[in-house]
């Protein structure tokens, strides 16, 4: 349950509530069972994130039972992890109202308020609990983590440790203090509390994970491997530790694991996107293009405010000559990054491929918000001189770019060079300068064109040996 809280976003049904109700000290004794068996499938429906259906299933409980507040808070907490506050927020008010010094429900309502991200108010609430009980732990755990998201470490290692001084067990204010040090890059008192967070909760994913972050952070990668090892043995299915193992994989140069890594969490959850950024990249690295393309298309339609997969599928319509499908591609990268020119020249480059004079406003439109000054300003403007079917600027940009002394920014304009004599029909010159561009020092490899020129060089048979 805890795990559903931290990863999901959503709120989720406080682990004390539904403890409490199993113990079955406070249910009659004729409907115990019953009732028991009823919550054991709501924390199954709420571990897969079946909200709607835990919130039917909690409704068959019968009355009186169902109408105490206890249950009542209980059904507004599945009620938040379906994103239904509003309801939620009625509910545990109401029970606040009959019962002003309730904390369950004060609990509740600062859950629901964090699950909306309202970290002023959901510290009012928690404040109010302390007010009541200046000794509860789960509230004194909260305030802790909403001070360590605000970078506010101290007041963050007063509440943890104001819970750490009546238990020195308690797995929350172990990894809360070992956090707060290890912001505070004081790595031996991080790992003392970390340590014993292991010794005391040995089957915690959380708290070798908690460790593995301390030794990446220190420089100890392969002790930080064995401890994400071990997070993966005790949980398989949890996603993010399958990412945080993938791409300290990639740290250390393990690139192949890596990949296995993050498809593993892809195979545990296809619909979350942080592991396409990574596995679309490698897989073109490693030569897997179809793979690639499908990983790029997935990450655009789960992230698609993450522009750099419009980019990525661009490219991969480029190397197909799927022109209409590239210039929709960078379009979309650039309304999403419209600082970036290139991308606007990408688009530019696959419209005058599909419509020479069409493409001419949208030219007309992007140039203008480029430095007059710059290199790329001449660029567009030799691909808008083109779609007036002049050539007159071609002369003038071969001079820039041979006095360019950016070697980046000339490898760039140079396979923009490049694609000018392609769509002129003059594949010789447009080989000419792709083989420039990877003759060049080894960091061009780095700027987005360059998988784009292997591709053209490797389909044509001109790839160095």
Not at 201 to 217: C, D, G, K, M, V
Not at 395 to 400: F, G, H, I
Not at 447 to 454: F, G, K, Q, V
């Amino acid at each position: 349950m805890r795990k559903l809280q931290k990863y999901s976003g959503k709120s989720f049904i406080p682990v004390f509530l539904i403890l409490l109700f199993l113990g079955g000290t406070i249910l009659p004794a004729q409907t115990t069972v019953t009732i028991e068996t009823v919550l054991i499938m709501v924390s199954d429906l709420l571990a897969e994130s079946r909200f709607d259906e835990a919130i039917t299933v909690f409704d068959t409980i019968p009355s009186p039972e169902r109408d105490t507040s206890q249950f009542r808070l209980l059904r507004a907490s599945i009620l938040s992890s379906a994103g239904r506050y509003a309801e939620a927020l009625a509910i545990a008010q109401a029970v606040i109202r009959e019962e002003p010094g309730n904390t369950e429900a004060m609990y509740v309502i600062s859950n629901i308020e964090g699950a909306q991200g309202r970290d002023s108010q959901q510290r009012l609430q928690l404040e109010n609990i302390l007010r009541t009980d200046p000794n509860n732990a789960e509230a004194l755990i909260e305030l802790g983590k909403i001070h360590l998201r605000n970078r506010n470490l101290r007041e963050a290692a007063s509440s943890f440790h104001r819970v750490f001084t009546n238990d020195q067990g308690n797995l929350d204010a172990l990894l809360g203090l070992g956090q707060v040090f290890r912001i505070n890059r004081e790595w031996d008192e991080a790992e003392m509390f970390f340590n014993q967070a292991v010794r005391l909760h040995p089957n915690s994913p959380e708290a070798w994970t908690e460790r593995a972050r301390l030794y990446r952070n220190a420089g100890f990668v392969i002790n930080a491997l064995d401890d994400l090892d071990t997070a993966a043995r005790l949980d398989p299915n949890d996603y993010w530790i399958a990412i945080e193992r993938g791409t300290l994989l990639l740290e250390i140069g393990r690139r192949t694991q890596a990949l296995d890594e993050f498809q593993r969490a892809i195979a545990l959850d296809p619909n979350e996107s942080q592991a396409y950024i990574y596995t679309s990249a490698l897989k073109d690295e490693f030569g897997d293009l179809d793979g690639a393309m499908n990983d790029y298309i997935m990450l655009a339609r789960l992230r698609p405010e993450y522009y750099f997969a419009f980019e990525g599928l661009g490219l991969h319509y480029m190397r197909l000559e799927q022109w209409p499908e590239a210039r929709d591609a960078f379009l979309e990268a650039y309304r999403r990054a419209p600082e970036d020119h290139y991308f606007a020249l990408l688009a530019a480059i696959n419209m005058v491929r599909i419509d020479m004079t069409g493409s001419r406003q949208f030219l007309s439109q992007a140039i203008s918000r480029v430095n007059r000054e710059s290199l790329e300003w001449f660029m567009f403007r030799l691909f808008y001189d083109m779609t007036a079917m002049s050539h007159a600027g071609e002369r003038d940009m071969t001079m820039r770019l041979d006095r360019e002394s950016n070697q980046i920014l000339r490898a760039r304009m140079l396979f923009y060079m490049a694609q000018y004599y392609e769509i002129r029909g003059s594949t010789d010159l447009a080989n000419t300068h792709y083989m420039l561009v990877h003759d060049m020092d080894v960091r061009m490899r780095a700027i987005p064109e360059w998988r784009l020129i292997e591709w053209i060089l490797r389909s044509r048979n001109l790839m160095p040996s």
